[in-house]
């Protein structure tokens, strides 16, 4: 069966009923901003926010989230609440205000300088600061005292994201033990041995426990997560059934592999002004008649932008007659800038494509343009259709949306996708050319490989993976998790 907003809408009127429906995320799905006309509504650059907004549209729900727009005070009521989408109103979004304090301690710090490289192994010393934990604990309680006051005594699904909200489920459980609570973590979960390093872990643990589900992409998550409650707490395990017991209550571990609207970016990928667009990009002087590539993301150590600048550098060292015919466009803003070990990254990639391009330029070519643009789905959409191949290449990844993007959005059968062994899309794309970003010169042939391949096979390669993204969209990762809420009840 394929899955559609229709089915998904179905499952929520048979699952959920008379349940109210929370998801709570530290991004919220649309933000408000002032422009030169006034207040405009705009969709931050969020796969996690892209995947979920279809859900909510079906369920009609209450989405809790951080206000992060410099208008978004502005458009709200008393209880920081305004109907989205601004065109066709499907749900309530909840805005959750957070001081400049608390932001920087409880999203810039605990969250993002240290459960994030902390989950993500990329030789980046977590940074673990007591008063970045205080404050994570405040917030988490915050968005716990929020989340009872939507129920307001009423049943419920609660349905969290990520790991800015470790804390956030047993805080619930402990007040409305009734209410079925589930929780995604969008990134990695790290072997146990580098769990350990977390001054916290216990605590993150219990808080996590207090889900009935906890969701993540990839069974070695699941197994992961499950060694790690093994190491440091007391509890059963039941590893044939995936679950943790304790306290009388179980947990299920599941692994979930989200996904995305594939039919909506079909759409887009078809209407006239991305069509229109990909004419643009393919005429621009700097790349026409070129070989393009691109990558889509924003500037993040994760990502593998160095090792894909790399990379290309090694491609054209070995292969001279793709000098002057072969350029890689680099697309996304810049990140969490803020933090000491982003602007380093950020320099980084920078002098590295300086280099590269003194070492390689010839006259009107360079072979890397980097681009530090927010970019929206239909720009984003439209340079995955304009490139010959896509350049996937994060050094670790818990799924990686625009992998998928890139396959729905090839409509026409055409391109080719490079793909990271280490994303969680790399079990499910295995037509894609699989690569170990750290190893350079394997790197560099599969580039090799993607720009001399015969249509055939790139046409044959891209409809197995159309066939996958197809069959396993974001309705059926959100159906599955759904019905696991349903049967606790």
Known sequence: MI??????????????????????????????????????????????????????????????????????????????????????????????WLTRIEEEAYYYGFSNEGLWPLCHIVHVRPEFRPEDWEIYQSVNRRFADIVIEELDGDKGFVFIQ?????????MIKERRPDVVVAHFWHVPWPNVETFRVCPHAEEILWGLLGNDIMGFHTRSHCLNF????????????????????????????????????????????????????????????????KILAVGVERIDYTKGILERFLAVDRFLEKNPAFRGRFVLLQ????????????????????????????????????????????LDMSEVVSHLRAADLCIVSSVHDGMNLVAKEFVAARTDEDGVLILSKFTGSAGELESALLVHPYDTDQFAEAIRQAVTMPAEEKAQRMRKMRDSVRSNNVYRWAGKIINEMRRLI
């Not at 919220?28 to 909510?56: K, Q, W």
């Not at 990520?162 to 047993?170: E, G, N, V």
């Open 162 to 170: 990520d790991y800015h909200f470790a804390l956030l489920p047993k």
């Open 226 to 289: 499950v060694d790690s409650v093994d190491r440091f707490l007391e509890v059963r395990i039941d590893r044939e059934r995936m679950s943790v017991f304790k306290e009388g209550r179980e947990t299920l571990i599941r692994p979930f592999p989200i996904s995305i609207d594939v039919e909506a970016v079909e759409r887009l990928s078809e209407s006239p002004d991305v069509q229109t667009a990909v004419q643009l990009i393919r005429k621009d002087r700097r790349w026409r008649d």
């Open 331 to 374: 697309l996304g803003p810049i990140s969490r800038i803020n933090i000491p070990k982003y602007q380093e990254y950020n320099d980084a990639i920078y002098r590295a494509m300086i280099e590269i391009n003194e070492r390689w330029k010839a006259r009107d070519w360079q072979p890397i343009h980097l681009r530090k643009i927010h």
């Open 3 to 96: 899955w559609t907003p229709e089915t998904l809408r179905d499952v929520v009127r048979e699952k959920i009923g008379d349940h109210k429906f929370i998801i709570v995320s530290n991004r919220e799905p649309f933000e408000h901003t002032y422009g030169e006309n006034g207040i405009r509504c705009i969709r931050p650059a969020s796969g996690m926010t892209v995947a979920l907004d279809p859900i909510m549209a079906a369920t009609g729900g209450i989405w809790i989230a951080s206000g992060s727009g410099d208008a978004d005070h502005e458009v709200v009521d008393a209880q920081g609440h305004i109907r989205v989408p601004p065109e066709s109103p499907r749900y309530t979004l909840r805005r959750v």
